[in-house]
């Protein structure tokens, strides 16, 4: 069963805005990531942030994590036509296993 | 470092026929998972394997089986294809099951026709 649900399942974009995804998820968690994945192909962390924290940076990734609404955003800044991918979150269940969401297809317009 | 490879990268098989994917993990990790993704069912867990041993299994038919050496290298078999069984095959690996980050390999594209 899918714990994250995305939103929105499409983002179409102009290349150097802001590209925003939510995840919402049901249960209590130890920790959320989230992963990029190109056209039909495998997926690459991209970053992890656990419930104690509410925000986490890495290059051009914002991460944000409410717990108390159990929703996290992912932030994009100064989109590129690289970034054009298939976003997911993933949370883990009391057995490690990555429960995964739908996913947010993102496409960035040169 | 190696990433993890899986083969074939593609695969076209008949209704009925059989099939055994392939994974190899990076180097060193231990913990080795499946997973099908298909549009309509977004990514769904097979199956872990850690030190041979199968930890967990998702909620699939028992046609579908895997295994794992003691290279740590892993395969998954498909028995009697349906047509529902065309997607994307994807293994990811990890040192140890209790590590937080995934490594993904490219997938095998399986079509069942």
């Known amino acids: 069963s899918q714990q994250g649900e995305e939103d929105p399942q499409a983002l179409s974009i102009q290349e150097g805005e802001n590209a925003t995804m939510n995840c919402s998820y049901k249960t209590s968690i130890n920790n959320l990531q989230w992963y990029r994945q190109n056209s039909g192909r495998g997926l690459v962390h991209l970053i992890l942030?656990?419930?104690n924290e509410r925000e986490k940076h890495s290059g051009r990734l914002r991460v944000t994590l409410d717990t108390s609404k159990k929703s996290s955003s992912l932030l994009i800044t100064a989109s590129r036509a690289a970034d054009t991918a298939s976003y997911f979150c993933a949370t883990e269940d009391s057995n490690y296993q990555l429960i995964w969401g739908a996913g947010t297809k993102l496409i960035i317009k040169p | 470092k190696a990433g993890v490879t899986q083969t074939p990268r593609y695969l076209i098989k008949t209704r009925g026929q059989q099939v055994t994917l392939s994974c190899s993990p990076i180097?060193?990790?231990?913990?080795v998972s499946w997973y099908q993704q298909t549009p309509g069912q977004g990514l769904q867990f097979l199956f872990e394997?850690?030190?041979?041993?199968?930890?967990n299994k998702g909620n699939f038919p028992g046609r579908f089986s895997g295994r794992q050496f003691s290279n740590s290298r892993s395969e998954m078999n498909v028995s009697t294809l349906e047509l529902g069984d065309s997607a994307l095959y994807l293994c990811?690996?990890?040192?140890?099951?209790?590590?937080?980050?995934?490594?993904f390999g490219q997938g095998t594209r399986l079509t069942v026709v």
């Open positions: 942030i656990r419930s």
């Open positions: 180097s060193g990790h231990r913990s």
């Open positions: 990811a690996s990890s040192p140890n099951p209790a590590d937080l980050e995934a490594f």
């Open positions: 394997y850690f030190s041979e041993t199968q930890r």
